[in-house]
């Protein structure tokens, strides 16, 4: 290292105490220093989402995530399957084995695909009760039900118009990849939306995998962040297997740092004291618009609720639809509230608690300016939303210029003759952030 070097890094000394508040440089809590988060998630993928909420929130500038299912979807390669042994072996064996813990999982994955109608329904009731009422020996009841039915031939064959999803008005990929230009998050909600927690691993890690390599093909790496497993199980085995695949699921979220209320929690998220509560609420068709409001007020005056909204159907099409009317109200509110909670997808949310909570940043003084080194610990290359920082400065200065790398942002400063701060983004592992100031006397 050259002498002039040695000189240079020798100007450089951490803040201390002594030199007071001038140039200690925090994370905010949320991104642009808001005081709550939200974000807006669309599960399913029915058409009404696209062709009516999309306008909305497009008019607004919210943006959204959208949990799809991806066998649904125009175009997409890969639809619901059985992976196995050969259907008619296990219809054989249940006419002298009683259906039990051992093969309850290979049976309810089965059930669905044997290219007959109605039986689909039996695999959505045993998975019901099994990850709903933990009741082994009802869904095991169930499928033997179903089984039997199949050995009597009562289900008619599946015919191809009803196969292939009977023509109905499905979104197609082109669709979504212009919805994910624009910023919108196309997320996993599985290929086919089925009960998880009752199949075997093999139609398990299917239903994962192929869903996420659907949408890798389509829409790239960005969108493989965040799933969704059908029908917000909890079911352990079912979550770790997400989680093995995606960075992120809305079913839970294991972080230590956050507390995890889903929609059936009648927990008070004022009452927690983590430093991130993650609130989901799921406004249903007669869910009174003034209580979702009151989610909404409820963020704005905390500092650390994430609330996580769960729409489904939309102007009668899906399940439990809200009409547009509604959504253009609450939409409007949810935007009429934008200085204090920050409106983001679902994995930027994430993304930005993770890096913050992973995050580290210092502050020295060099001359008249203030150098900010912001690092993280998190490997995945994925974490790449900027993190907010607040860095406070001499009271003197009118504006500064914050440089980092080849970005570079001139900002007031704001404050008080004592002491004033700047709010700026900046990237986590990047270069030295260096704040001059500007108009100094």
Not at 355 to 367: A, C, I, L, Q, T
Request: some cysteine; glycine content about 8%.
């Amino acid at each position: 290292m050259s002498s002039r070097s040695c000189v240079a890094l020798a100007a450089l000394f951490l803040i201390s105490p002594a030199f007071g508040q001038v140039g200690r440089t925090e994370i905010t809590r949320w991104q642009y220093g808001k005081t709550g988060a939200l974000s807006i998630t669309l599960d399913d993928g029915s058409i009404n989402q696209f062709r009516v909420a999309v306008p909305i929130m497009d008019s607004l500038g919210l943006p959204a995530t959208f949990f799809i299912i991806t066998g649904e979807v125009i175009g997409s390669r890969y639809h619901g399957t059985f992976v196995g042994r050969p259907p008619e072996t296990i219809i054989e064996e249940t006419a002298t084995v009683p259906t039990n813990q051992d093969n309850l999982f290979e049976r309810a994955s089965a059930i669905g695909f044997l290219g007959l109608q109605g039986t689909l329904a039996f695999h959505t009731r045993a998975g019901e009760i099994y990850d709903e009422h933990h009741d082994l020996t009802q869904a095991c009841q169930v499928i033997d039900d179903a089984y039997a039915k199949v050995r009597q031939g009562a289900f008619p064959p599946l015919d191809e118009h009803t196969a292939s999803g009977g023509g109905r008005n499905r979104v197609t990929w082109d669709e979504l990849s212009g919805l994910a230009r624009r910023g919108y998050e196309i997320a996993s909600h599985t290929v086919t939306h089925p009960r998880l927690a009752v199949l075997d691993d093999a139609n398990l890690i299917y239903e994962l995998e192929k869903s996420r390599q659907e949408i890798l093909d389509h829409l790239g790496c960005k969108h493989t962040f965040s799933v969704e497993c059908p029908y917000g199980t909890e079911n352990q085995r079912a979550v770790a297997f997400a989680l093995e695949r995606y960075q992120l699921a809305r079913n839970f979220m294991p972080d230590a740092f956050v507390d995890d209320l889903d929609r059936a929690s009648q927990k008070d998220p004022a009452a927690s004291r983590n430093e991130y509560v993650r609130w989901q609420r799921g406004p249903l068709t007669a869910t009174p618009l003034s209580l979702m409001k009151s989610w909404v007020d409820t963020t704005a005056s905390h500092q650390n609720i994430w609330l996580v909204l769960v729409f489904h159907g939309v102007d009668g099409i899906g399940w439990q639809p809200r009409t547009s009317a509604d959504l253009k109200d609450y939409f409007g509110y949810i935007q009429s509230k934008e200085d204090h909670v920050w409106v983001a997808t679902f994995q930027d949310v994430a993304k930005y608690m993770r890096e913050r909570m992973h995050g580290d940043v210092r502050s020295y003084r060099h001359g008249n300016s203030i150098s900010v080194v912001l690092r993280d610990d998190l490997k995945d290359s994925s974490y790449d939303l900027p993190l907010t920082l607040k860095t406070y400065v001499p009271a003197n200065w009118p504006a500064a210029e914050i440089r980092q790398g080849g970005r570079m942002d001139r900002l007031e400063v704001t404050g008080d003759k004592m002491l004033g701060y700047i709010t700026y983004q900046a990237v986590p592992n990047g270069e030295t952030i260096t704040l001059t100031p500007i108009g100094v006397k």
